[in-house]
């Protein structure tokens, strides 16, 4: 009894007490195997109850100890003199990984440097003028609407809201500079949608813009053309089907052959064998104008491309989710660049 009390009272102010502690309880000629000894000479009736007491009081001192030793673990390793083993190897690195998005922007700009292209950036938070206005959209255009745009402020005429697209940062680098402008803008772009495994309220787009004297979409077809080549591999066709922007005239919409199940038709492709990479079109002149070029003697082509959509081609990710949710099962399947 007053043994269990001591133990149970016991509080080390160093490992050197821990220590003591051990010497005192639990070594070959401690208090406890030493009264395990006396138990022997017990008389029978009396073993069992003072046997049961005794293991109480083994587990207790052995629990104590361990709860001890973790509390002062490296001042008790001192304490024991214990040395480092030097000559073990080292513990080594986990490097993490690098995000798939990442990876595939990289790609992207590095193939589109070849070609001239710079690299710039705008702010995600824009103004009405340069995610809407300046590009031509008109005023009740439904993109504008509470539904897909994140709005931050209200302010008469000019709202301040998430950026919708990265065709933003085109109007930001037309009027801060005289053409020739050959860029593209990588960003995230943010739109008021649930989210699933096809849709989420942000994702990343790479938009490009050339604007130069004689600029035609013939340039815009061969340069999109070497470029989903140059990524996807030799074998990837690419059609381009009519569509409708405010910001360009004429429009499209940019398919590539189905990457994953090479055009016989699959979930990815909807078994049409195709998929849509990007939007693009040559640069209206009303938007030239906004931005204070010349639209009689400039011309230029744009183009905008959802790099989730080319990650999920190429690593054939079928769940929008996961690369937002961290998830190092997921994460560490990607390369590490040191
Ligand atoms: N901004 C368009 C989008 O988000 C894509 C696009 C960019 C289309 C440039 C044409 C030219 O869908």
Redesign the pocket.
Known sequence: QRCTEEIERFSPQSGDDVEAFRLKFLVAKGVVRSLFEEFKSVPAEQKRMLGQTLNELKQAAEQKYKILQTQFASAAQSSTGEQEDLTLPGAGFVFGSRHPLSLVRKEIVEIFKKLGFTVAEGPEIEDDWHNFSALNFPPEHPARDMQDTFFVRKQEGNDIALR????SVQVRMMESGTPPFRAIMPGRVYRNEAISARAHCFFH?V?GLYVDEGVSFADLKQTLYHFVQELFGEDTKVRFRPSY?P??EP?AEMDISCTICKGAGCTMCKGSGWVEI????MVDPNVLKNCGIDSERYSGF???MGVERITNLKYEIKDLRLFSENDLRFLSQFETEL
Do not use: I, N, P
């Not at 919708?164 to 065709?167: A, G, K, R, V």
């Not at 990007?278 to 079109?281: D, P, S, V």
């Open positions: 919708t697209h990265t065709s787009q938009e922007f910001f360009t429009s990007l939007g693009c079109g744009a183009f905008g």
